[in-house]
């Protein structure tokens, strides 16, 4: 059976810097196409960044590029987002989801996910203040 399970969230000044872990268990195949999802306070989960082709490819929503970074460990099943320049609006659970069913599509992921759908993790908070 496959976990998710993120850690790394807190509370930092904008600015600042976090780093998100997420560990993987289970299944090797879901290191095939693999993401951060971040869902703030009354809006909807929103697609942050994605990573694939065993890490050699990633993608980023435009309101995270250039600030986040998306990588991974596969000996260690391990998925990591770097967050630098944090602003109040990344306010938000982040959540990691792996969905074998974009490993030949995975940019669409970001898209057109299902969060009923695949692999999702319980989430971790992160709080960005003025």
């Known amino acids: 059976q496959v976990q998710l399970v993120e850690s790394g969230g807190g509370s930092v000044q904008a600015g600042g810097s976090l780093r998100l872990s997420c560990a993987a268990s289970?299944?090797?195949?879901?290191?095939?196409?693999m993401a951060w999802f971040r869902q703030a306070p009354g809006k909807d989960l929103e697609g942050v960044a994605i990573?694939?082709?065993?890490?050699?490819?990633?993608y980023y929503a435009d309101s995270v590029k250039g600030r986040f970074t998306i990588s991974q460990d596969n000996p260690k099943n391990m998925l990591y987002l770097q967050m630098n320049s944090l602003k109040p609006e990344d306010t938000a659970m982040y959540y990691c989801?792996?969905?074998?069913?974009?490993?030949?599509?995975?940019?669409?992921?970001?898209?057109?996910?299902?969060?009923?759908?695949?692999?999702w993790g319980q989430g971790t908070q992160v709080t960005v203040s003025s």
């Open positions: 289970g299944a090797t195949y879901i290191r095939s196409c």
């Open positions: 990573i694939y082709t065993g890490g050699a490819l990633t």
């Open positions: 989801a792996a969905d074998p069913r974009f490993r030949a599509s995975c940019p669409d992921f970001l898209r057109f996910y299902d969060s009923g759908v695949g692999y």
